[in-house]
T-cell receptor, first 116, second 114 residues
């Protein structure tokens, strides 16, 4: 158990819909990262927040957005869903401000999103 | 274009044997290189993290090496166990002005058989 929790574990929805994925980081970690893992693309970095502020953006689509709240939990919002958005979405947390620092990221168990 | 290539794509070894996984990258400017182990359907688990100045780092039976000149890294697994069966992912971070980019390899799928 990494100490990072994600809800829900599974989500099935239809194209065009909007969903929200939730992540609670490990106690004491201020950075939260979101990743997408699909069968054909592998793992991709989406976005990072540190203490409520966006720190870095990866390959995040405009239809996707995220935020980190004062209690440090984070939400990833996916809208106008397409079939290709079906994937595992992972959240990770660390103490570092940025990934440039060589500290350990702890991953949650993931949310499996299926878009029908 | 930043790229990370891992080889082999898949590997089958007998329990107790050693193996080495390769990661070649063209990422600039280099910041750090990470190896992760990922069991099917689970989140990745960090094995090692190396910065530019480090060329070897161990974590139990896992030893990673980094050659920043040739832009190659390897992950050596000693005395393999059935529980080592997983995908191993190499991730390279490039730092820029105030931000960074992560480039992921597609992973090596390792199967350890009795």
């Amino acid at each position: 158990d990494s100490g990072v929790t994600q809800t829900p574990k599974h989500l099935i929805t239809a194209t065009g819909q909007r969903v929200t994925l939730r992540c609670s980081p490990r106690s004491g970690d201020l950075s939260v990262y979101w990743y997408q893992q699909s069968l054909d693309q592998g793992l991709q970095f989406l976005i990072q927040y540190y203490n409520g502020e966006e720190r870095a953006k990866g390959n995040i689509l405009e239809r996707f957005s995220a935020q980190q709240f004062p209690d440090l939990h984070s939400e990833l919002n996916l809208s106008s869903l397409e079939l290709g958005d079906s994937a595992l979405y992972f959240c990770a947390s660390s103490v570092a401000i940025t990934n440039r620092e060589a500290d350990t990221q702890y991953f949650g168990p993931g949310t499996r999103l299926t878009v029908l | 274009k930043n790229q990370v290539e891992q080889s082999p794509q898949s590997l089958i070894i007998l329990e107790g044997k050693n193996c080495t996984l390769q990661c070649n990258y063209t990422v600039s400017p280099f910041s750090n290189l990470r190896w992760y182990k990922q069991d099917t359907g689970r989140g990745p688990v960090s094995l090692t993290i190396m910065t530019f100045s480090e060329n070897t780092k161990s974590n139990g039976r896992y030893t990673a090496t980094l050659d920043a000149d040739t832009k190659q890294s390897s992950l050596h697994i000693t005395a393999s166990q059935l529980s080592d069966s997983a995908s191993y992912i190499c991730v390279v971070s490039a730092s820029g002005a105030g931000s960074y980019q992560l480039t992921f390899g597609k992973g090596t799928k390792l199967s350890v058989i009795p």
